[in-house]
């Protein structure tokens, strides 16, 4: 089993910033990935980013690239998503998730990951 938690989420000016956190606890394997989704009611879960755990390699959605960077820090088994230039579109609850395997490629498919934590939301006002 694999908790996540995560933190950060507020209401922000559009133009503004703010850095989610996702911190891990539980049996992770020893390869895995964490990812961030967001989702607005009445939509579908759409993928923000990803980061393989075993080398550091990132994959970011359409909307988000070169806005929002994901990182992690391996001492705390935390994940970060740092939201820069936010829109208003950027508005939704955000997850992050675990998937304990890391093969290739399909890190956008929410089907793929085993645990996700409860939420964050994320406001952006115009």
């Known amino acids: 089993q694999v908790q996540l938690v995560e933190s950060g989420g507020g209401l922000v000016q559009a133009g503004g910033s703010l850095r989610l956190s996702c911190a891990a606890s539980g049996r992770t394997s020893s390869s895995y990935v964490m990812g961030w989704f967001r989702q607005v009611p009445g939509k579908e879960r759409e993928f923000v980013a990803a980061?393989?755990?075993?080398?550091?390699?990132?994959y970011y959605g359409d909307s988000v690239k070169g806005r929002f960077t994901i990182s992690r820090d391996n001492a705390k088994n935390t994940v970060y998503l740092q939201m820069n230039s936010l829109k208003p579109e950027d508005t939704a609850v955000y997850f992050c998730?675990?998937?304990?395997?890391?093969?290739?490629?399909?890190?956008?498919?929410?089907?793929?990951?085993?645990?996700w934590g409860q939420g964050t939301q994320v406001t952006v006002s115009s």
């Open positions: 998730a675990v998937d304990q395997d890391d093969y290739c490629c399909t890190y956008y498919r929410d089907a793929r990951y085993d645990y």
């Open positions: 980061i393989r755990w075993s080398d550091g390699s990132t």
